[in-house]
């Protein structure tokens, strides 16, 4: 089974998200146009998750880490 759900970011109409279900596995991509790379490299990670760096015009993040988990982390509360 997949499925697949589209949601545009409020502030910035170039960004959307995707979130994804996979056989139950459930991950979000993030996709943003931009005017250049910012690296040459093909896989990055960064500290919202990993970029795939594979279309000049445009970035894929697999969003590893969430808001929240982020900021318990900076809280010391990560368990």
């Not at 093909?42 to 760096?53: A, H, K, L, M």
């Not at 015009?57 to 982390?73: A, E």
Request: aromatic residues 12%.
């Amino acid at each position: 089974m997949l499925s697949i759900k589209t949601f545009e970011d409020r502030y910035n109409n170039n960004k959307k998200f995707h979130h994804v279900n996979v056989l139950g596995l459930k991950f979000r991509v993030a996709t943003n146009k931009r005017s250049k790379r910012k690296s040459n490299k093909v896989f990055y990670s960064t500290n919202r998750g990993i970029v795939f760096n594979l279309i000049p015009s445009r970035y894929l993040c697999l969003i590893t880490r969430t808001w929240y988990g982020l900021q318990l982390i900076k809280r010391g509360k990560k368990s």
